[in-house]
């Protein structure tokens, strides 16, 4: 049972606008949530991250938007860049020690 | 620097053979993560170890294996159990608990032949 779930495995989006990644989660205990980044055959970096407590948190041009009530995560990029091209994952915790982590959908930045 | 090594960086295996996979970081980090990722799958948690000497399994613990005799150093044992060990596998560590940002390396491609 996928408690983190990306059900969009690729998205293509023109360079300068915006890109909406999406995440749902199952699991009403998560309070924790992160975004990563990944290139092919590196491993994932960190992005921004939002606590439970809060419903949006903002750096530069990226901005995470919680929404509890409906279980959805969403990472904006604005505006898109060619190096935003890269597998996007979204990961949530529930105070412990482990991340549960979604499948990760591909971002494609058209030039 | 401060950082996570991996090594190798490829890795190919005949069938049968156990190997180890390399993961040191001198973050001065307590907890490390083995994570596994293959195609179109999230990663999923092999092994994590939140102090010296204290594993426990993750998700997919079986064909596997670990060490913690030092803070530094978190090695992965695919042994000759795990039925299917070809994937991308990446190692991570956090300072304390898992609401710290995790911190990755670079990861080994695993080959089975």
């Known amino acids: 049972d996928q408690q983190v779930k990306q059900n969009s495995p690729s998205l293509s989006v023109q360079e300068g606008r915006i890109s909406i990644l999406n995440c749902d989660y199952t699991n009403s205990m998560f309070d924790y949530f992160l975004w990563y980044k990944k290139y092919p055959a590196e491993g994932p970096t960190f992005l921004i991250s939002?606590?439970?407590i809060k419903d949006k948190n903002e750096d530069g041009r990226f901005t995470v938007f919680l929404n509890k009530s409906a279980k959805h995560l969403s990472l904006h990029i604005v505006p898109s860049q060619p190096g935003d091209s890269a597998v996007y994952f979204c990961?949530?915790?529930?105070?412990?020690?482990?991340?549960?982590w979604g499948a990760g959908t591909k971002l494609i930045i058209k030039p | 620097d401060g950082g996570i090594t991996q090594s190798p960086k490829y890795l190919f295996r005949k069938e049968g053979q156990n190997v180890t996979l390399s993961c040191e970081q001198n973050?001065?980090?307590?907890?490390m993560y083995w994570y596994r990722q293959d195609p179109g799958q999230g990663l999923r948690l092999i092994y994590y170890s939140q102090i010296v000497n204290d594993f426990q399994k993750g998700d997919i613990a079986e064909g596997y294996s670990v060490s913690r005799e030092k803070k530094e150093s978190f090695p992965l044992t695919v042994t000759s159990a795990q039925k299917n060990p070809t994937a991308f596998y990446l190692c991570?560590?956090?300072?304390?608990?898992?609401?710290?940002?995790?911190?990755f390396g670079p990861g080994t491609r695993l080959t089975v032949l």
């Open positions: 991570a560590s956090t300072a304390r608990a898992s609401t710290d940002t995790q911190y």
């Open positions: 939002i606590s439970s």
């Open positions: 990961a949530a915790s529930e105070s412990n020690y482990q991340l549960i």
């Open positions: 973050l001065n980090h307590d907890a």
